[in-house]
């Protein structure tokens, strides 16, 4: 591994510095431009907006800030015609010029500056237009979270829930657009987590820090080419302000219990640097419930199982976010972010299972109390650089990451015996499961575009990524009046993984055509290794990942675009990890170490009417598609999980966005995906499998302005019944209310939240293979009432941080916990 990683280290360092010269030519002259700016009483106003404009198309072309005693120096300018642009929120909008820069007159003092207040402006409140929760865009979906009275009270999982096209099973796995194998981001970095570990993310992280969710269902060769349903990036709040300034947030919540949330943001920004932190807190106690009821069927007897699962969960969960952005000059800045968070939690579950030889009837039963203790923790670490080379547009970007987590869940299993009268059949069973595990990456990339003329680009990448696992399952047995290790059942698994990946993306505009070809290609080197069991699996493999996307303008309202892109899905870790874990004495999972990676190849056709109604047709065909697959095991009696490869997944989808202004108090947003998902495989539980079924999602999202400081939002969604996999998945609906109303000339915002108010959140699975008959139903206490207040400090004149985009889109979201 030292090897790769120097080496793949390397390349990078030559590529990066290969961009830096390959403009090292000889340039025409440049000009400079300089002034100063001053405010309403003649004095020198320090950080006002200074921006070039192409005095041809009123293009940006470069922007700075003018220092403390108002003045500003553009520096750099090639030669041609232009315009000065002076903005400073609360005055009005200043221009100069035009200015020639050339050979000969390539300095230009202009004249003193002076600007005027907004008359717009009253009693110090900022007259802006609020974005609308849900907004459409080109490339992708944007659901603006940050002013939303329904973030209260909820967390990221919770959220997603609500967001159109997106569906979160019981599990918190996430599915887009009818398809699951989603790559989740985080401010456009990876959460270097899969499916449960990224669902106790989610839960720990409350929706008041998050800014916007963008959901991606064909992105380009840039990406990574994980997630074949596409991706969606988290962001979270970023104060733009100068000086110093910040929010704090106190809230409480009930349902069947209490909860509380709170947090601190805070931000100093100056001309040279930007320091940011964020803390927040919370504390939950929660109920769900799971009743199984199934039948084990043999040749010669019949057995039916009729359980009921009661569990409480508490759970503390602290998230911080820190970081330094130095603006070395207009063109170079250094950036580093840290954030991570520690989640602990404490379960109580108490089972009751009933087992007879027909419905109704108890001939004997199993009572069962099973606590337990969970600990998640994670840390990254992100370096970042970007250096825009020219005014052209030709800039590179380099990113460096670590991140580690460590997880442990220890289980304890007490099993009573009862018969048929309630009394002790035989000695109660104790056991008990450990499971710690240590993940840490390593990942860098860098990013480079030129652009070769005004209506070509070119974008070209590197990266590289290194992952190593390391579990441990213990399973002890309660013997002789103590605790003894199982070898049997007990394993070590270690798991090492490198990933080195190219991309290159041109992009040509012509008069109402835009194209962009892209390819990106990824070598894949893992191990995977059950030391207890002496199993190794091996694999090296080098894809392709092509990438196509035309968008023809037809006319002034109507656009349309096609796009086609290969995509892969790796198995997470913990899905490779082949240990037995028990859920109780009758229901467990255990992983599969020769999954294989699915294969995607997407196709979708879009439409836009005004930028307003989008309307889009899709088709995927998925190779070895990696699914949930539940199977009773008639020998044992028991109910068992396991992710399996099928054969193929065909999908078809329709997506209809439309968000509508009904008047100017009244905003809503709607969004129906109907979808086909067909399943197909030549042997699951000895017979094979096809399965198929049409089905819809339905968002709705209603927001009413009472005044200028009320709001009210309603957000409703409906998912069909449908099957994935090998599984029936019940409809699911809810409906949610949010009131917020702001204090102190907008400076707090108290916020009244309802979540499920109607309390019909649930599940029902059953299985689509006509051998298996099992019903699995599950609530939980999704109808949960917040009330929160968020209070703002500090500066308000507002300047655009850097974005920063870490090393990885993928390889944290597979990380496992046990």
């Not at 030559?14 to 700016?37: H, Y």
């Not at 992009?507 to 070598?523: P, S």
Request: aromatic share 12%; hydrophobic share 35%; net charge positive.
């Amino acid at each position: 591994m030292r090897l790769h990683l120097n080496t793949s280290f390397a390349t990078l360092l030559l590529f990066s510095i290969a961009c830096l010269q390959l403009k090292a030519q000889t340039s025409p002259v440049k000009g400079d431009i300089s002034g100063k700016v001053l405010d309403e009483t003649g004095k020198g106003f320090p950080y006002t907006t200074v921006s070039l404009l192409n005095a041809k198309d009123s293009a940006v072309v470069k922007g700075t800030l003018s220092a403390d005693n108002g003045t500003f120096q553009l520096n750099n300018i090639e030669p041609g015609t232009y315009v000065v642009a002076f903005y400073v929120v609360g005055y009005k909008k200043i221009y100069r010029g035009p200015f020639s820069v050339s050979a000969e007159k390539n300095v230009q003092v202009l004249k003193e500056v002076q600007l005027a207040q907004d008359s717009r402006q009253l009693k110090g409140v900022e007259i802006v237009k609020q974005k609308p929760l849900v907004e459409r865009q080109i490339d992708k979906t944007v659901i603006n979270v940050e002013n939303s009275a329904l973030s209260v009270g909820n967390n990221a999982l919770e959220i997603l829930q609500k967001s159109p096209g997106v569906t979160v099973d019981k599990d918190g796995n996430l599915s887009l657009r009818g398809k699951k194998g989603v790559n989740v981001m985080i401010d456009g970095k990876p959460t270097y987590l899969s499916s449960e570990q990224l669902a106790n993310l989610l839960r720990s992280t409350g929706g008041s820090a998050i800014q916007s969710i963008e959901l991606i269902t064909n992105p380009s060769s840039k990406y990574d080419a994980a997630g074949n349903s596409g991706i969606i990036n988290i962001r979270f709040k970023k104060n733009r302000n100068y000086g110093t300034n910040g929010s704090v947030l106190g809230g409480g919540g009930y349902g069947r219990f209490y909860k509380a949330i709170a947090g601190l943001t805070l931000n100093h920004r100056e001309k040279k640097f930007n320091v940011f932190g964020n803390y927040d807190f919370a504390s939950t106690k929660r109920f769900g419930s799971t009743d199984i009821v199934r039948l084990n069927n043999t040749a010669t007897d019949k057995t039916y199982f009729d359980q009921t699962n009661y569990m409480t969960k508490k759970r503390t969960s602290h998230n911080y976010k820190g970081g330094l952005d130095y603006f070395i000059n207009d063109r170079n800045t250094l950036g580093l972010a840290i954030n991570g968070y520690d989640s602990q939690g404490a379960n109580d579950a108490k089972i009751l299972t009933l087992i007879g030889d027909r419905p109704s009837k108890t001939d004997s039963s199993v009572v069962a109390r099973n606590p337990s203790r969970n600990k998640y923790t994670g840390m990254s670490v992100n370096l970042n650089f970007k250096s825009v080379i020219d005014t052209l547009g030709q800039e590179i970007s380099f990113d460096a990451d670590y991140s580690q987590y460590r997880d442990r869940e220890d289980i304890a299993f007490h099993n009573q015996y009862l018969d048929a009268a309630g009394q002790t059949s035989k000695d109660d069973y104790l056991f008990r499961n450990f499971t710690p595990k240590k993940i840490n990456i390593w990942a860098a990339k860098t990013d480079y575009t030129y652009p070769l003329n005004k209506t070509m680009k070119l974008e070209m990448g590197l990266k590289s990524s290194f992952v190593e696992t390391d579990n441990h399952f213990v399973f002890e047995n309660f013997t002789d009046n103590a605790w003894q290790n199982d070898a049997r059942r007990s394993n070590t698994f270690l798991y090492n993984e490198n990933i080195n990946a190219a991309y290159a993306n041109i992009n040509r505009k012509f008069k109402t055509t835009n194209v962009q070809l892209g390819l990106r290609a990824e070598q894949t080197n893992s191990k995977g290794n059950s030391v207890t069991e002496n199993k190794i699996v091996n694999r090296n493999y080098l894809n392709l990942f092509p990438s196509v996307f035309i968008n023809q303008e037809l006319s002034k309202n109507h656009d349309m675009g096609v796009s086609y892109s290969r995509r892969i899905d790796r198995p997470d870790y913990g899905s490779l990890n082949p240990f037995v874990y028990f859920v109780d004495l009758y229901s467990y999972r255990y992983g599969n170490p020769f999954l294989k990676p699915q294969y995607t190849n997407a196709f979708e056709l879009s439409y836009s009417y005004r930028k307003t109604l989008n309307i889009s047709v899709a088709f995927s065909r998925t190779k070895d598609v990696i699914t949930d697959v539940l199977l009773t095991d008639t020998a044992t009696k028991t109910i068992f999980i396991s992710k399996q490869n099928l054969a193929a997944q065909d999908a078809y989808n329709l997506n209809v966005s439309y968000p509508v202004q009904v008047t100017k108090w009244w905003n809503t947003s709607n969004n129906f995906t109907g979808y086909y998902n067909r399943f197909s495989a030549p042997d699951i539980a000895g017979s094979p499998y096809k399965s198929g079924r049409l089905a819809f999602n339905l968002n709705t999202n209603q927001s009413v302005t009472v005044n200028k400081t009320t709001s009210i939002e309603t957000s409703a969604y409906y998912q069909s019944r449908q099957i994935y996999g090998t599984l029936i998945i019940e409809p699911q609906y809810s409906v949610d209310l949010g009131i917020k109303k702001s204090f102190f000339e907008q400076k707090m915002d108290v916020k009244l939240a309802a979540n499920d108010i109607f309390k019909m959140q649930r599940s029902q699975i059953t299985s689509a293979i006509p051998s298996q008959n099992y019903v699995v139903k599950e609530r939980w206490e999704s109808q949960v009432f917040w009330l929160t207040c968020v209070y703002r400090f500090g500066s308000k004149d507002i300047k655009a941080a850097r974005q920063r985009s870490g090393s990885s889109e993928a390889e944290g979201r597979r990380a496992k916990s046990q």
